[in-house]
């Protein structure tokens, strides 16, 4: 089971100074989030009382919904790096 405190160090934390996350840290923290699907998709596939396979389930889906936010995060970065981009070469 993923303990709260092993999700919350998951997520990336900002520099207070640094409005952006950095890049790697995302990455990381977005193979990480994988890793961990696949371990709990791993025990739901063995689990045979209904509670474990309800708790599975919820793990699952917080975790794919961590994942497409750290999608979404590398997804702004990229666009705003070729917004400045284009905005140099102009």
């Known amino acids: 089971m993923v303990k709260r405190e092993r999700v919350i160090s998951m997520i990336p ?10 890049k790697e840290d995302i ?3 977005l193979k990480e ?5 696949d371990q709990v998709f791993q025990r739901f596939e063995y689990a045979t009382d209904p509670y474990l396979i ?5 793990e699952i889906k ?3 919904l ?8 590398i ?4 666009e ?11």
Request: aromatic share 6%; net charge negative; charged share 40%.
């Open 80 to 90: 705003e790096q070729i917004e400045e981009q284009v905005e140099e070469q102009k």
């Open 66 to 73: 961590k994942y497409e936010y750290l999608r979404r995060q």
């Open 54 to 58: 309800d708790s599975c389930i919820y």
């Open 75 to 78: 997804k702004e970065q990229v």
């Open 13 to 22: 934390k900002a520099n207070p100074l640094d409005t952006k996350i950095d």
């Open 62 to 64: 917080a975790l794919q």
């Open 33 to 37: 989030a994988k890793l961990e699907i």
């Open 27 to 29: 990455l990381a923290s």
